[in-house]
């Protein structure tokens, strides 16, 4: 079965840069998440869409900006990158219902390291 | 501010051993409770719960919410050395017409053989 695609795995960049991920979800999933997890630490929300629209807003710094394509993919620009930014970057994926519950389904992660 | 307790935050135990990880919250609006399964990368999936005393199974793992008193525990029972991971809890909620999860620090879990 089709998961969520995340690339790249691993990225390097250095202090000041620019990075962007991308995130492919689930087919017919309409809504993404976007997650950092340091290191040791519990993943925390960034940022959502839904149906190509940012659905919710958490701990996403200003230098941070992401945007879900008509083909349903995202992808998170980071800019100005501080070594604190090092961190696994989860994407998930969901198709919204109307009152119920939605079950995220995790991509395998991006790792990017500041140096 | 919405808040997610997991307890312990790590656990050593032997094969064949019955574990129990426990989850605590306080959030606005919640819909749901997630338990992941977390090893090298992505967190997996185990359960979602939504109502309260209804124990979900899955072979040797079960669980269980409370929404009266806001938990919810995981049980593991015949450790394996497979079962060796960070587990997660996160709590559904609704914010302003949208959902997102709020996650737990993880319960690090370690099967020894």
């Known amino acids: 079965a089709a998961g969520v695609i995340q690339s790249p795995r691993h990225l390097i960049k250095e202090k000041r840069e620019t990075a962007t991920l991308k995130c492919y979800p689930i087919?017919?999933?309409?809504?993404v998440y976007w997650y950092q997890q340091g290191p040791g630490q519990d993943p925390q929300f960034l940022i959502s869409?839904?149906?190509?629209?940012?659905?919710d807003k958490g701990s996403i710094p200003d230098r941070f900006s992401a945007q879900q394509f008509s083909d349903y993919h995202s992808e998170l620009n980071m800019s100005s990158l501080e070594l604190g930014d090092s961190a696994l970057y989860f994407c998930?994926?969901?198709?919204?219902?109307?009152?119920?519950?939605?079950?995220?389904?995790f991509g395998a992660g991006s790792r990017l390291t500041v140096l | 501010e919405d808040k997610v307790v997991q307890s312990p935050l790590s656990l050593v135990v032997h094969e064949g051993d019955t574990v129990t990880l426990n989850c605590s919250y306080e959030?606005?609006?919640?819909?749901?409770l997630l338990w992941y399964k977390q090893e090298k990368k992505a967190p997996t999936f185990l359960f979602m719960l939504?109502?309260?005393?209804i124990e979900k199974k899955s072979g040797r793992l079960s669980s269980i919410l409370d929404k009266k008193e806001l938990f919810s525990i995981l049980n593991i029972t015949a450790t394996q050395t497979g079962d060796s991971a960070v587990y997660l809890c996160?709590?559904?909620?609704?914010?302003?017409?949208?959902?997102?999860?709020?996650f737990g620090k993880g319960t690090k879990l370690t099967v020894n053989p």
């Open positions: 998930a994926s969901t198709i919204r219902r109307g009152h119920g519950a939605n079950v995220l389904t």
């Open positions: 087919p017919r999933h309409d809504t």
């Open positions: 869409f839904y149906e190509k629209m940012q659905s």
């Open positions: 959030v606005t609006n919640f819909r749901s």
């Open positions: 939504t109502s309260s005393g």
């Open positions: 996160a709590v559904g909620l609704t914010q302003g017409g949208s959902e997102k999860l709020v």
